[in-house]
């Protein structure tokens, strides 16, 4: 398998995207192509020992940053590691494309640029795997921020099989996401959208509110881009809060900070439960290729495991699942 | 002053309804009319002493419950605490309105069946004090599922009116809530909205992310109810969780759990920062009087704050603010 890796995607790249790109050809044995300013990328792989691993470098000329304007860049860096990268996978010489670079970018270039949406699917959505127990998919994530019911049926639809593809749970519980469990509640597009998903033929459980898909009451959370990006925020800014707010009790008396410090492994255990890393980047869903978008602030760890995420996408073959089960259906 | 507190309203009622207005007729000095079930009252009533307390009872045969469905309910249950309560605001008998009960009925009998909304108000909203820091408020936070431009431009003045007079804030810093700070970001309604608010007259700081609300950036979060809804929602999923999170691992060593035990007040203190009964339930603005919702979870000092709440939106007379400065205008 040949998976690209977007060298100039995170926040502080290109260091931990070539780290990550790596370590994964080491854990995996698959062949890894670094993507971007090769100049850069080959002063990154020096730290490395890279003897018996297959790893290439792809040169692109031009980087997209996390300020540039998603619409803007993607017309205009032509050459950008995005664009290369995402063309290595349409043009089949790679099996997927990891980035941890600016998401609407990454969107704008696959979709209008480069890979193109499936045919038959209305909208690709971003599907995310919400970091507590069980890892329930939220989908959409940010794609699409207004969209009709039809277009969260096919989320519905995508998110399902992927979850049951990947992650081999049979007949996934599918969601709606919405203020209220019961009859009546939701906004327009969540009342409308109950009918299709109830015909679809999908395991659809009803809707949640954002407490039962925090407990893992369902497998796939559907939801338009703007409501699921907001949950997704909120839901990291309460825990960063929570953190910031138990670091500075802690640390308001002696006994309590000596509370703390023998504490500290079980804060540590939490923290890595609820560590985004681990579930290793978000599946772009229903464009022509394996895409894998990994958070602006990942690590090695995190884009070795989103190469590892892009390497079960592959496997089980979901582009070609979504073209037969959802686009042709 | 005289407020009217919902007997029938929390989800353990009478006993801490009643509490609640006992506690808040001694400390505030306030006549307290309790209204509901008059035996139910009276039994709970002679758990306290109330001598020399401005107490009294108006019964009311029927309770809305929180699994009754809101729009039935208010329809048929016409002589439900609800009802007989927020009558008595609107003949002037009362001065303000506190309820812990099923939001959607009070919503509902509020609008539809006594108070009414106010001549020019569109849709009337629910504002709640966020419990972080600066207690800033979101509004819609659940009344209005389905806005338009013109009506997120209406809770945000309503927002700023009651932040200004309430809390004393000059000149509220008012945003709306958006899936980015951006130009470009957020669905077609916060696009269309950014317009509004810009030539509003209003402190508009532009748009937060979830993240910079959390951090207290802005006086007054706008927002759809249904957007609003999730935001509440997903923080209370996302702090229960965590707490389990930490409460399950400061157990599983015998170390941990010590340092768990000299941390306690630490964490107590945690608790006490985000409790949502300290900022006293939430206005509902835009009718014709002054009626604060209280969590269905309320205890008796919940209730006791949320009087407290109601007390200073008479004081400040919130209910003609709202009709001179937002509805005429």
Do not use: C
């Not at 090769?38 to 300020?67: F, N, P, W, Y």
């Not at 509640?185 to 509110?209: H, P, R």
């Not at 907001?230 to 929570?242: G, L, N, P, V």
């Not at 923290?271 to 090695?300: F, K, Q, T, Y």
């Amino acid at each position: 398998m040949r998976i690209v890796v977007d060298a100039m995607g995170s926040d502080g790249q290109p260091e931990p995207d070539v780290a990550g790109g790596v370590a994964a050809a080491r854990e995996f044995g698959d062949e890894i192509i670094l993507v971007g300013d090769e100049g850069q990328i080959e002063r990154q792989l020096a730290q490395h020992d890279v003897s018996g691993l297959k790893v290439r470098v792809q040169h692109a000329s031009e980087a997209i940053s996390m300020t540039d304007k998603p619409s803007e860049a993607s017309r205009q860096k032509k050459d950008s590691s995005m664009h290369v990268g995402l063309n290595l996978v349409r043009d089949g010489e790679g099996d997927a494309f990891v980035s941890a670079g600016n998401t609407g970018a990454i969107l704008a270039v696959a979709m209008l640029h480069t890979l193109r949406r499936i045919r038959g699917i209305k909208r690709p959505a971003l599907g995310v795997m919400f970091p507590i127990a069980g890892h329930p998919m939220l989908i959409d994530n940010g794609a699409n921020a207004d969209v009709r019911p039809e277009q969260l049926l096919q989320f519905a639809q995508m998110g399902s099989l992927y979850v049951e593809r990947v992650r081999g749970v049979q007949r996934p519980r599918v969601a709606l996401i919405s203020n209220g469990e019961e009859e009546g509640k939701g906004n327009a597009l969540i009342q409308e959208s109950v009918v299709l998903l109830a015909q679809s033929g999908l395991n659809y459980v009803g809707n949640v509110e954002p407490k039962e898909f925090v407990r893992g009451e369902t497998d796939v959370g559907v939801t338009d881009g703007f409501t699921g990006n907001i949950i997704m925020k909120t839901a990291e800014a309460i825990a960063a809060t929570m953190s910031d707010l138990i670091r500075q009790e802690l640390t308001a008396s002696p006994i309590s900070a000596l509370g703390g410090l023998l504490a500290k492994p079980a804060f540590e255990r939490v923290r890595r439960r609820l560590n985004p890393d681990e579930v290793g980047g978000a599946p772009l869903l229903g464009v022509n290729g394996v895409v894998i978008i990994a958070h602006g602030r990942s690590n090695a760890y995190a884009i070795k495991q989103a190469v590892g995420q892009a390497r079960l996408a592959v496997q089980h073959d979901v582009v070609a699942a979504i073209r037969d089960g959802v686009a042709a259906g």
